[in-house]
């Protein structure tokens, strides 16, 4: 089956450590986004990526990292400069960056600071 | 600039009744538009799109019509079932970004 996965389901972080989120695609997708969700919101971009070894930020990249290496691939480094980093992560992939891709979704990684 | 508002949540309503979530948009050009659906815990699943104006979108018994005179997407279903319970995102994408409303909240009760 095609689809995209995420792990781990749910993260536990201490205050100061970076901690990376994984996200992979056997859709043969040539774009990858990364989304932050916070409760009673909608969905804020942080990074996305058109090709490998390419990528650009979103609205809200401070304090994350990503990189492309490969194409199935689009791993989140979320850092220690990232002032509120507990929240709901998505990983979304499309066949391109155009108007009228569907974007699909993986199920997401729940990320808490302790 | 772009932008989606969505109703405000949560709407409860009891199982058969007719369901309308209203969405209108903001944006250059002429977006594709997109309704997608999250059940708890999980991510966003594709429910129905539409790429150009007076195109109307249908799956699973919703349906959503492109209004560009009216800049909206508003989402209905004839007959809710208890399993329709989740929080709906509109969406739109002008090719170089996607742009979520906040969610509408449906809860179905029996």
């Known amino acids: 089956d095609g689809g995209i996965t995420q792990s781990p389901k749910y993260l536990f972080r201490k205050e100061g450590q970076n901690v990376t989120l994984s996200c992979e695609q056997n859709l043969n997708h040539d774009a990858m986004y990364w989304y932050r969700q916070d409760p009673g919101q909608g969905l804020r971009l942080i990074y996305y990526s058109q090709i490998v070894n390419d990528f650009q930020k979103g609205d809200i990249a401070e304090g994350y990292s990503v990189s492309r290496e490969k194409k199935e691939s689009f791993p989140l480094t979320v850092t220690s400069a990232q002032k509120n980093p507990t929240a709901f992560y998505l990983c979304?992939?499309?066949?391109?960056?155009?108007?009228?891709?569907?974007?699909?979704f993986g199920p997401g990684t729940r990320l808490t600071v302790l | 600039g772009n932008s989606v508002t969505q109703m405000e949540g949560p709407v409860t309503l009891s199982e058969e009744a007719f369901l309308t979530i209203n969405c209108t948009y903001t944006?250059?050009?002429?977006?594709?538009l997109f309704w997608y659906v999250q059940y708890p815990g999980e991510g966003l699943q594709l429910l129905l799109k539409a790429t150009k104006a007076d195109d109307k979108g249908s799956n699973k018994g919703f349906e959503a019509t492109y209004r560009k005179e009216t800049t909206s997407f508003h989402l209905e279903k004839g007959s809710v079932q208890v399993s329709d319970s989740a929080v709906y995102f509109c969406?739109?994408?002008?090719?170089?970004?996607?742009?979520f409303g906040t969610g509408t909240s449906l809860t179905v009760i029996p």
């Open positions: 979304a992939s499309s066949m391109r960056v155009g108007k009228a891709d569907t974007q699909y």
């Open positions: 969406a739109l994408n002008t090719g170089n970004q996607f742009y």
């Open positions: 944006a250059t050009g002429y977006p594709s």
